[in-house]
């Protein structure tokens, strides 16, 4: 409790210092909009929410901080207002070391102290060396030295001194401290939070995204003391950069320490700065470490002319005799990090302004932190949050809100996102159930190719083409859809326009006017539910068609049947893999019956890694090609690709391009490949979105291009009308081209 209110009593200290401070003087920096205020907060509550080490594992509300600060921040009249509003928001954490910095704590402001650049030591009272850390020390003269003194000073303070003075005297410690040790000092090193990726909300992926804690190994030194241990101090400013071994030191009860200013913990651990405009820059702790900083003296700041108060107390506590042993500080246990799930706030469809500032601010923050294909965008994200504010800030009830959050999403430029779990987007078909049969477009025709469940859509038939949705053309709905709906290519854009068009709401139901093969219209009435989709598709998952080629359907192949199939088809000259939808997770099976050159790779991903070292970064590993102990499959083998393949229907094709090469037959796949990780925002959206990177083995681009066809084919509307594949039949040809006989018995596979 002590603590606690010490913590608070320094921050109100500090804030009314800064307070102060900030009286208008004619060059003080204006204050920003409220806009650009709103814009500047959320990315320091973005540098919070993702990287500082409390808010993985202590109970911290900072989506409450937030929308209490919101307000205060957007009404500010002044930079003192606009000051007070963040530090409180900040002060949820309990750190000193996040808040915003004093003018008088920047250190290139500060001139030059050339008192403090003179010898490298000197002799106080013929017993007592002090050691200016500030300049080089030649380790054999300060030995000699050191074994005449009777205690030791190390100088550290930084105030005055080129802000690389810091490293510096950190290189020059590791040389020094040997040298005064007399007993082995096992330092612990910092810990930080570390995203691999974006762990989801809500779903589960075999992406592997996970948050966790990263820590270092410290380090141990061995003593090189020549004699007894000497009393040692160090001698800090609110400059210093305070190693973690000083610390250590202290708590193991080997040294002292005096500070000349405020000095808190921040200075021991690794920090990042935010600059908020107005002359005001917050600093935001990205690790932290179990020994605590606990001065034995801490002294006022010094004028350039004043007396140093602080060498003169770190004198007197160097010639003050110890009684009995210095009591030990136990080095503090961590606790584990505890990973707690974001807020959907799913009661409120239609959130009060600052819920809808906190979904616009935690959107931008995991797209900015998170988002593996940012570089991808046609637009700049960093633009996003000014863009998007007045539209979340002023939507007037749940469907501008809903709409503003679809919007925004299309800037992902991504075919996995899709938006799950808001009335206002079901409503529209943004979100919700698809219906019960597959349409492509043809020839700019919505084109019937598949149906689900035909008793939930009776009278409707492949090749049909739809006209009219609801009694309008079926096409202004799609229109309609455009600025909310997104994809990673063009022709998967418009794949998905037609699809999102007939969807809705579980159990909803629709009419659509469609025409058949000879011209006749008729009105049919089909209902959404997510049982039709889930109905296993009928029919063989592998057949021959004759002279020596094989069929597989990977929409219906299942994993156990894969060594089935490949007994089946060993005599064969090759094989038709038709990838046109969604495979079963077969991939990892059939890569090695197909590997006969014995490839160890099937794609590169890449994904963003976020922690105290790394913002921006990225983890990258080669996926290896599974191997089993199989006969390889040694003909020739093509895959039928269009809009349809996607995630992990183009995974499939990544390992068969390197595991044999195989030839892709069709149109572009969708482009938009990555394990799928999501997001909840107020509101109850959930979001999701594409979480690694993947690529070509040899490192090509496969997001936003998907895999690209070596003969290309559209198929016909008339030739859907007949019932004819014509991708097939190009592919078949292709086989012949290549010394592979082949003709379509028994009617067509699909």
Known sequence: MLRTLLTRFILAAGLIAWTASAAPTPNAPELPSPEERLNRLARLWGQVKYRHPSLAYK??????????????????????AYAAAVQDMLETLNDPATRILRPDERQENTPADPSRTREPRRWEGKDVLVVNMGVMQPTAPLREELSRAKAVILDLRARGLDPRASESMRQALGEVLPLLLTQELQVPGPRAVYHSG???????????????????????????????????????????????????????????????????????????????????????????????????????????????????????????????????????????????????????????????????????????????????????????????????????????????????????KDGHTTLHGHPELEQRGIAGVLAPFET???????????????????????????????????????????PYVTASTPAHLRHRLLARALSGAEGSQATVGVRDAAGQRKQVRFTRSLQSLQKPPTGDAWRMLGNGVGYVDLTRLRPTDVATLFEKMKSTKALVFDMRG????????????????????????????????????????????????????VGRTVMLIDERTISQAEYTGLFLEAANNTTFIGTPSAGADGDVTNMVLPGGIALLFSGDDV????????????????????????????????????????????????????????
């Open 59 to 80: 109970s911290i509300d900072w989506d409450a901080a937030l929308m209490t600060a919101l307000p205060r921040v957007e009404a500010a009249k002044d930079r003192a």
């Open 198 to 412: 974006y762990r989801p909300q809500t779903i589960s992926s075999s992406g592997g995204f996970a948050t966790s804690f990263l820590s270092s190994t410290g380090e141990r030194i061995s003593p090189q003391a020549p004699g007894k241990a000497l009393p040692l101090l160090f001698l800090l400013d609110d400059q210093s950069s305070v190693d973690a071994r000083v610390l250590t030191m202290k708590a193991q009860g080997l040294a002292q320490l005096v500070t000349e200013g405020r000095l808190d913990d921040g200075s021991s651990v690794q920090r990042t700065r935010v600059d908020l405009g107005a002359g005001l820059t917050a600093v935001v702790r990205l690790s932290e470490l179990g020994v605590p900083l606990r001065a034995d003296a801490v002294l006022p700041k010094r004028s350039r002319s004043g007396k140093d108060e602080a060498l003169l107390k770190a004198l007197e506590l160097a010639r003050k005799p110890v009684r009995g042993k210095a009591p030990k500080v136990r080095e503090a246990d961590l606790p584990p990090g505890r990973w707690q799930a974001d807020l959907a706030y799913a009661d409120m469809p239609y959130p009060d302004k600052p819920h809808r500032l906190l979904a616009l601010f935690r959107m931008w923050n995991i797209i900015e932190f998170f988002y593996p294909y940012k570089h991808l965008m046609d637009q700049d994200w960093d633009k996003a949050l000014s863009t998007f504010l007045p539209r979340f800030s002023k939507a007037k009830d749940a469907a501008e809100y809903a709409l503003a959050v679809a919007e925004m999403s299309t800037w992902l």
């Open 440 to 482: 492509m477009e043809l020839e700019g025709k919505a084109v019937v190719t598949r149906v689900w469940d035909e008793a939930a859509a009776p009278g409707l038939a492949p090749g049909q083409i739809i006209e009219t949705y609801e009694g309008k053309p079926l096409a202004e709905r799609m229109e309609a859809l455009k």
């Open 582 to 633: 969604y495979p079963n997770g077969t991939a990892w099976v059939l890569a090695p019956y197909l590997n006969a050159r014995k490839a160890p790779y099937g794609a590169i991903i890449e994904r963003n890694i976020v922690s105290s070292e790394e913002l921006g970064g990225r983890y990258k590993y080669f996926q290896p090609l599974p191997q089993a102990d199989v006969t390889p499959y």
């Open 695 to 750: 690529r070509h083995v040899d490192g090509r681009q496969l997001q936003r291009v998907g895999l690209k066809p070596q003969v290309f084919v559209r198929p016909s509307l008339a030739s859907v009308q007949k019932g004819q594949d014509e991708v097939l039949e190009r592919a078949l040809k292709y086989l012949v081209s290549k010394g592979v006989g082949a003709k379509v018995t028994g009617g067509t596979p699909r």
